[in-house]
């Protein structure tokens, strides 16, 4: 199936950037920006927290995949079911969570997000059914909660994202199946960095255009959107949560991305060369975002510095909070515990 709308990698468009800031407003980007700039700074400091011995467990940086979180749920909303994998952290923070609950979590206090149990890896609000640790596990979670809102005829749809890691998994495959079959409300994006752990994508999977060329087989809609690109995944999720609700139909997305870190913190990524790195920050969404306000004058460096220092800062806060909360109580070790 072709793809008459989208495409990865495409090259931005002052024409098109100007029109989506006089259909949508200055307000929109301002907090798109806000938000990209949100995640960065969560993950930068989550990340030196990791290294200072703060935080145990896992940790599984967000950094490069912005545009991708910010541009999905501004167009979709916060009312729908969202469910993730174990890299999780923009998702919570855009669903609701606040960085001192997450940066709680990570540290593992009583204050945190599930009360220090989860860690990095697990994280929830009223709307983000969490973060799950078995790729591709989640898939028939995210099935499920679409079959409840058509069951129960509620307007809305089941997002899931997931790595193209997933796309070789036997439930992403069943998931897609029963949401064709069914005809359910079920949003599948796949965020492809481009390296399931160390192995890349092109070693991996059979073939390229994931959404494109799979989502035919099972008689459903596929896209594909630049990741990178956060007016073209803007204006792409747009479209298809339009067509969901019109049809409720499932959608598979492919959202072509690369991630800045590697796969975990413990991951170097000595597999990519520092050239093929450079070039690849040179296309960071956040920046791409910070350039098309300022060339529409909708921003300036003075602006930009005093909102950049101000959620560094609020990170900064979230972490000192973090360090003075207390520990978990032994005595509620066993509460959420419900196996017979």
């Given amino acids: 199936m072709t793809n008459p709308y989208f495409s990865p990698h495409s090259t931005p468009s002052p024409e098109r950037e100007s029109l ?42 967000y950094i490069g995949q912005e545009a991708i979180a910010v541009s999905a749920i501004q167009a979709f909303g916060t009312e729908n079911w969202y469910s993730t994998t174990y890299r999780c952290h923009a998702h919570a923070l855009l669903l609701g969570a606040t960085a001192e609950e997450l940066m709680a979590e990570l540290y593992g206090k009583a204050t945190g997000n599930a009360k220090g149990r989860g860690g990095s890896m697990h994280l929830y609000t009223d709307h983000l059914l969490g973060g799950f640790g078995i790729v591709g596990g989640h898939l028939p979670i995210a099935l499920g909660a679409a079959f409840s809102l058509k069951y129960l005829k509620k307007r809305g749809a089941s997002i899931c994202f997931l790595g193209e890691g997933a796309c070789a998994q036997g439930a992403y495959h069943e998931t897609l199946n029963l949401a064709s079959l069914w005809k359910l409300p079920l949003i599948i994006i796949i965020e492809n960095n481009q390296w399931g752990m160390g192995t890349h994508v092109s070693r991996a999977l059979a073939t390229d255009k994931i959404a494109e060329k799979q989502a035919p087989a099972y008689g459903i809609k596929g896209y594909t959107l630049d990741g990178m690109d956060y007016f073209n995944c803007f204006e792409g999720f747009s479209h298809i949560y339009k ?91 066993e509460e959420g515990v419900y196996a017979p």
């Fill in 20 to 61: 989506f800031i006089k259909r949508e407003g200055k307000e929109k980007l301002l907090t798109a920006l806000r938000q990209m700039l949100l995640i960065r700074h969560f993950e930068i400091r989550g990340e030196s927290a990791y290294q200072h011995g703060l935080v145990g467990g896992f940790y599984h940086s």
């Fill in 243 to 333: 067509e969901v609700l019109e049809t409720g139909k499932p959608i598979l997305v492919e959202c072509v991305c690369e991630r800045f870190k590697g796969h975990s913190i413990s991951d170097p990524a000595s597999y990519r060369g520092k050239e093929a790195l450079q070039a690849l920050l040179q296309r960071d969404p956040l920046l791409h975002l910070k350039e098309v306000l300022e060339k529409n004058n909708l921003l300036n460096e003075a602006e930009f510095k005093k909102i950049d220092q101000h959620i560094k800062q609020e990170i900064l806060d979230a972490m000192k909070t973090a360090e003075n909360s207390p520990w978990p109580s032994l005595a509620t070790l």
